[in-house]
């Protein structure tokens, strides 16, 4: 049998995940295993809502000292948050045919609040979309209504780019369960926590938007989807 040393790569949970797979089902194949972070939930007791919960402090620090680095994305992001609040329905059709709503606005947090680099990355790739001249269709018409533009849109899709990684946003939450289904947790947690959370309430008080990222959780990564057969499988467990 072939001796394998893993690394767990900095910046992949994936890849902690795997580790800690090999460990327990073929651990003779294994030399060693380096893992810096990013492991599945292995105590007794751990659940989604305890990932989740734990998630969402941590989120919360990295938006707010986003929030403060950038200060002019943090306006953008509120007068888009309170668009959705004229919007019928208070949601806006993608491009691909998904759903954005205030809550999938909120998963821009998604690999940009926790890497190395990540609020450079994150501030460079926004500031396409977080521009006022970007975010918004021109008003030709005088007292016309202001409509969120096709770029800003297009561009909020190839961000996330969860329609070539289907299985990614099905799977997000599931990972995170031992024995009993999540029970949506991620959405459950954050809509409980509203004060902070609620992305409308928030802009129209005058405070930042808060990013949720994977804490928004699996059923709001998949409205932004167009893969009916997807959110079917989803329903379904």
């Not at 949506?184 to 990013?211: C, H, N, T, W």
Request: hydrophobic share 40%.
């Amino acid at each position: 049998m072939r001796v394998l040393t893993l690394v767990r790569y900095q910046q992949d949970s994936f890849s902690g995940f795997c580790a800690v797979t090999y460990l327990s089902f073929a651990p003779p194949g294994l030399k060693q295993v380096l893992i810096t972070g990013g492991i599945p939930p292995i105590a007794n007791g751990c659940t989604a809502d305890a990932v989740y919960k734990a998630s969402s402090e941590q989120v919360t620090i990295q938006s707010e000292k986003y929030s403060k680095r950038y200060r002019q994305d943090a306006e953008v992001v509120r007068e888009v948050a309170k668009y959705f609040a004229e919007c019928e329905g208070g949601r806006v059709i993608l491009p691909s045919g998904g759903i954005l709503t205030p809550r999938g606005f909120q998963t821009l947090g998604l690999s940009g609040l926790g890497f190395s680099a990540s609020f450079e990355r994150s501030h460079y790739v926004r500031g396409q979309i977080f521009k006022l001249e970007s975010a918004w269709d021109p008003i030709l018409v005088p007292e016309a209504l202001k409509q969120i533009s096709y770029f800003f849109l297009k561009t909020f899709e190839n961000w996330l780019g969860f329609d070539t990684n289907p299985l990614y946003a099905l799977l997000n939450e599931p990972i995170y369960c031992q024995g009993a289904s999540s029970e949506r947790s991620a959405y459950r947690l954050i809509g409980e926590d509203e004060s902070k959370f609620d992305a409308v309430k928030v802009a129209k008080e005058g405070r930042p938007v808060l990013f949720t990222g994977e804490v928004g959780g699996t059923s709001v990564i998949l409205q932004l989807m167009g893969h009916v057969c997807i959110k079917y499988i989803y329903n379904i467990y």
